[in-house]
T-cell receptor, first 111, second 114 residues
Framework: EDKVVQSPLSLVVHEGDTVTLNCSYE??????LLWYKQEKKAPTFLFML????IEKKSGRLSSILDKKELSSILNITATQTGDSAIYLC???????????FGGGTRLMVKP | EPEVTQTPSHQVTQMGQEVILRCVPI?????FYWYRQILGQKVEFLVS????????KSEIFDDQFSVERPDGSNFTLKIRSTKLEDSAMYFC????????????FGPGTRLTVT
């Protein structure tokens, strides 16, 4: 059975801190790993990673995939209160017919 | 920017009733999905749909569930006889094509079965 595990479960930081969120996976027919941000409702897309070692970056957020270690990290630098959300990791397998999600990391950024 | 839309945003129904959740995927997308998220739990895959047929479904997607693309824009999820445990947030998602493209999610329909 495919499995995606995220850590930590939750995290409380202060504005300006840097955070690292972890995702590990055990899936068959790995295609890509995706990070989503879930605030109130719909997960909103952040990054899709397919190749090991290539960092994807968007503003203060960055992510990298390690296929050897079957893991990925999501970094957020200079955190802001607007970064408070649940961050979801998901793996796309089996020719893209489904995403398997981890349980998420709940990030709270205090002013 | 194109987005996935879903209606209604909240549906309350009695146990045993049929419900239809509606989605309008992004217009040039070819792959469609339903996921659900029970409060406090993981987002779970239900079904994927491509070329007017189901391409993958999970164990959750039993005979009580069905999907349909009745026209060129809508994508629906029907639950024939709702149970209390069907209470969840249901997300529709769509993807352009192939595994190189990310899935975009709609805002969800919160289904409450009483």
């Amino acid at each position: 059975e495919d499995k995606v595990v995220q850590s930590p479960l939750s995290l409380v930081v202060h504005e300006g801190d840097t955070v690292t969120l972890n995702c590990s996976y055990e899936v068959t027919n790995f295609r890509s790993l995706l990070w989503y941000k879930q605030e109130k409702k719909a997960p909103t897309f952040l990054f899709m990673l397919t190749s090991s070692g290539i960092e994807k970056k968007s503003g203060r957020l960055s992510s990298i995939l390690d296929k050897k270690e079957l893991s990925s990290i999501l970094n957020i630098t200079a955190t802001q209160t607007g970064d408070s959300a649940i961050y979801l990791c998901a793996v796309d397998n089996n020719a893209g017919n489904m995403l398997t999600f981890g349980g998420g990391t709940r990030l709270m950024v205090k002013p | 920017e194109p987005e996935v839309t879903q209606t209604p945003s909240h549906q309350v129904t009695q146990m045993g009733q049929e419900v239809i959740l509606r989605c309008v995927p992004i217009s040039n997308h070819l792959y469609f999905y339903w996921y659900r998220q029970i409060l406090g739990q993981k987002v779970e895959f239900l079904v994927s749909f491509y070329n007017n047929e189901i391409s993958e479904k999970s164990e959750i997607f039993d005979d009580q569930f069905s999907v349909e693309r009745p026209d060129g824009s809508n994508f629906t999820l029907k639950i024939r006889s709702t149970k209390l445990e069907d209470s969840a947030m249901y997300f529709c998602a769509s993807k352009f094509r192939t595994s190189s493209y990310e899935q975009y999610f709609g805002p969800g329909t919160r289904l409450t079965v009483t």
